[in-house]
């Protein structure tokens, strides 16, 4: 089936750096959706990507929907302590639902 | 708008016992909600879908007799544990979207049920 793997798995920095972390697909995708999960919570969406190529953004975020259409990438721009949480990255799944990538589990130090 | 909320938040119970989790959508009505499990330190996976006054349609190796699902109206789903077991302990998590594929999916804050 399909599989979304994420990288890398964990991230430690200081605060004020920039954060990549990517997510690769075994399909093609026509949509890709990046989510925030903080602790004991439920994911909150984050980027909707809809074509090869979009690049889109969010205050200190930003995502890309890659060429390929078989990956994708998030970038945080000057990382604050509140942005620590897991990252994930989904996309359709088939008919009307969604599966969800391994996630990045992300960790930002003062 | 678009809140999800979740019932209980936390719940612990013994083994065999059953136990029910709600799904509600605060300020709109979903056509569509979801249950997702999450282990600890893994990914959400897909558990189930239902429609409003349809059968649930579960993904392949989720019992559909023990994760008993109802989803009697637009704002409201609910997940029945039965027959508890400690390997049920897990985070579930609902989503509800209120338009066909493609509208956005809003999730609940996720309710953690641990069986002791």
């Given at each position: 089936?399909?599989?979304?793997n994420?990288?890398p ?12 972390m990517?997510?690769?697909?075994s ?9 925030k999960?903080d602790p004991g919570e439920g ?7 809809y074509?090869a190529?979009e ?24 990382s604050?302590?509140s942005?620590v949480?897991?990252y994930?990255?989904a996309?359709?799944g088939g008919t ?15 | 708008g ?5 019932h209980?938040?936390r719940v612990?119970?013994k083994?065999g ?5 709600e ?5 709109f009505?979903?056509t ?9 330190k ?5 558990m189930?879908?239902?429609?409003e006054g ?5 993904e392949?190796?989720v019992e ?19 027959s508890?077991?400690?390997?049920d ?18 999730f ?5 049920l641990t069986?002791?």
């Amino acid at each position: 089936g399909q599989q979304l793997n994420q990288s890398p798995q964990s991230m430690f920095i200081q605060e004020g750096e920039d954060v990549s972390m990517n997510c690769t697909s075994s399909s093609i995708f026509n949509t890709w959706l990046w989510y925030k999960q903080d602790p004991g919570e439920g994911p909150v969406l984050l980027i909707a990507l809809y074509k090869a190529g979009e690049l889109t953004s969010n205050g200190r975020l930003t995502a890309q929907f890659g060429i390929t259409r078989k990956d994708s990438f998030l970038n945080i721009s000057a990382s604050i302590p509140s942005d620590v949480g897991i990252y994930f990255c989904a996309g359709p799944g088939g008919t009307d639902k969604l599966i969800f990538g391994t996630g990045t589990r992300l960790q930002v130090f003062p | 708008g678009a809140v999800v909320s979740q019932h209980p938040s936390r719940v612990i119970c013994k083994s065999g016992t059953s136990v029910k989790i709600e799904c509600r959508s605060l300020d709109f009505q979903a056509t569509t909600m979801f249950w997702y499990r999450q282990f600890p330190k893994q990914s959400l996976m897909l558990m189930a879908t239902s429609n409003e006054g349809s059968k649930a349609t579960y993904e392949q190796g989720v019992e559909k007799d023990k994760f008993l699902i109802n989803h009697a109206s637009l704002t409201l789903s609910t997940l029945t544990v039965t027959s508890a077991h400690p390997e049920d302990s897990s985070f579930y998590i609902c989503s509800a979207r209120q338009g066909a594929w493609g509208s956005e999916q809003y999730f609940g804050p996720g309710t953690r049920l641990t069986v002791t």
